[in-house]
C-alpha cells in the first residue's frame, strides 16, 4: 500500500477566484474533483501530499496538507514556498486572467462600465517547469480541451515545458461531474485511458508515477 512512501508531492487543484471588488468576481466551472481526488489516491500510497486548492465544496482528503488560495497569484506564492518536491501536478484550472484594477469598496454600476480591463496572470505550471533551482524531478500539467485535443495538448506539453500532460476531453459533462477519459502524453508514449470514474483515473496517474519512480 505505501508504494508511493518518501515522495513528495504538490497538487493544484479548484478553479482560481480573481476578485473585482468585495462582492464580484471572475472564475471557471471546476469543481476540484478530480484534483483531489488524485491527492487522495497518491496519499492512500504513502505520498506526502500537499494539496494547494482554490475554494471548492469539498472535505479535506485524509493524510493530505491542503493550503487554501483564492487568486491565481495566491496559488503561485503558495506552490513557490512549498517547493521543494519530487512531483507538482497541476490540475487547477487557473484563471487565465485577472481584472486589472481592485476596487477596495463595492463598484458602483457606472465605475466598472461594459468594458472590464484584465490582465494576464502568471502561468504556475510554465513557472514550475522552468524553475531553475528547485525544479521537481516530474512536472505533470492538464490540458483540458474541447476541441483538437491531441494536438492542443501536445504543443501544451512543450510550450509549458512540463514532462506529461494528462489530456482530457472537456466539452460533454466533465466539468464537476465524476467521471473523466484522458490520454497520458509523455515525450516517448501516448496512452489512452478510457472513460471511468475520477478516482479510477486518480489510480492510473499513481500507477504511471509508481512506474516511472525508478527512473528519477
Ligand atoms: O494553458 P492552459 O490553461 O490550458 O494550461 C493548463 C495547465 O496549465 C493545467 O495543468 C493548469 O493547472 C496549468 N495552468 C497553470 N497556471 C495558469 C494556467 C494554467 O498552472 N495560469
Not at 484563471?95 to 486589472?100: K, Q
Not at 481592485?102 to 522552468?130: C, G, H, M, R, W
Not at 525544479?135 to 501544451?156: C, M, N, Q, S, Y
Request: aromatic share 4%; glycine share 6%.
Amino acid at each position: 500500500m505505501n508504494r508511493l512512501e518518501g515522495l513528495s508531492i504538490i497538487i493544484t487543484a479548484g478553479p482560481t477566484v480573481e476578485a473585482i471588488d468585495p462582492v464580484r468576481f471572475l472564475s471557471n466551472r471546476s469543481s476540484g474533483k478530480q484534483g483531489y481526488l488524485i491527492a487522495e489516491v497518491l496519499a492512500e500510497h504513502g505520498a506526502d501530499v500537499r494539496l494547494i486548492s482554490g475554494p471548492t465544496c469539498l472535505p479535506c482528503p485524509n493524510d493530505v496538507s491542503r493550503i487554501d488560495v483564492e487568486s491565481a497569484r495566491d496559488m503561485l506564492a503558495a506552490v513557490e514556498s512549498e517547493l521543494p518536491a519530487s512531483v507538482f501536478i497541476a490540475v487547477a484550472a487557473v484563471s487565465d486572467w485577472r481584472p486589472a484594477e481592485f476596487y477596495e469598496l463595492k463598484a458602483e454600476k457606472a465605475a466598472l462600465s461594459s468594458t472590464l480591463e484584465l490582465v494576464e496572470n502568471p502561468d504556475i505550471l510554465k513557472a514550475v517547469s522552468q524553475h531553475t533551482e528547485k525544479r521537481p524531478d516530474l512536472v505533470i500539467g492538464f490540458a483540458a480541451e474541447t476541441h483538437d485535443l491531441l494536438e492542443r495538448a501536445r504543443a501544451k506539453r512543450l510550450r509549458k515545458g512540463c514532462d506529461w500532460i494528462i489530456a482530457n476531453n472537456v466539452s460533454g459533462d466533465v466539468m464537476g461531474g465524476d467521471e473523466n477519459a484522458a490520454v497520458l502524453i509523455t515525450s516517448d508514449r501516448e496512452v489512452e485511458w478510457a472513460r471511468a470514474t475520477k478516482r479510477e483515473i486518480a489510480v492510473k496517474l499513481a500507477n504511471a508515477i509508481d512506474a516511472t519512480r525508478a527512473t528519477h
